[in-house]
């Protein structure tokens, strides 16, 4: 069974819970307090010299970090992504695009909010507005026309999106004015076997 390094309140550990929960794979939580430093002891950084999550645990002592690189590895072979070159490609574009141009600023963003440092980051907060909306922006332009990212259809490109999307307004970014986002994330949200990411009942808690 997979082992599965998270923090639960991430967006970055969401996006593996949910792909894992969408294709009926159990997996044992291990749920690990960043804000206490729980991914920086040495037993953590033996799994991921990051010291970060997600980590998988594929097999004993063989871990996979990075969230969409795990999407990428638990979703070869089905239907969340693409064989088709071009459609494969356009997954990896968005999976790009999340990581560089959306997640530091909306991200980020919520962290700090979250975790009651608005005084101390009060000016980076103001300048990830920009970058953040511009993001938003371009997701928008897709889905105002568009069902889905990629060929109409739900893939991981989705799921790596919608994990810090839906929470944006946490992180102070008003959805309202998009409507194409807003419908993208009922669709998501009614996807089969679809899991809220505060939800712990969820693979098997360690």
């Not at 599965?4 to 996006?15: A, C, M, R």
């Not at 291990?30 to 037993?43: A, F």
């Amino acid at each position: 069974m997979y082992r599965l390094y998270d923090f639960l309140p991430s967006g970055n550990g969401y996006k593996v819970r949910l792909l894992l929960t969408q294709l009926g794979i159990p997996f044992e939580l291990i749920l690990l307090d960043i804000l206490k430093g729980e991914t920086r002891t040495p037993e953590f950084l033996a799994k991921n010299p990051n010291g970060r999550i997600p980590v998988l645990e594929i097999t004993p002592g063989e871990f996979l970090s990075e969230s969409n690189a795990i999407l990428i590895y638990l979703s070869q072979g089905t239907d969340f992504l693409p064989l088709a070159p071009l459609e494969h490609a356009r997954v990896m574009q968005w999976l790009f695009f999340e990581q560089y141009s959306h997640e530091p600023f909306i991200a980020t963003s919520r962290f700090w909010l979250q975790h009651n440092l608005a005084d101390e980051k009060r000016q980076a907060l103001v300048e990830k507005q920009a970058p953040g909306y511009a993001a938003l922006g371009v997701m928008e332009q897709r889905l105002k026309d568009h069902p889905f990212l990629v060929n109409d259809r739900y893939t991981i490109a989705d799921i790596a999106l919608f994990a810090y999307t839906h929470v944006a307004p946490e992180g102070n970014f008003d959805l309202s004015g998009f409507p194409g986002i807003l419908g993208w994330i009922d669709r998501v949200k009614s996807q089969p076997n679809y899991v809220a990411i505060t939800d712990e009942a969820i693979g098997q808690r360690a």
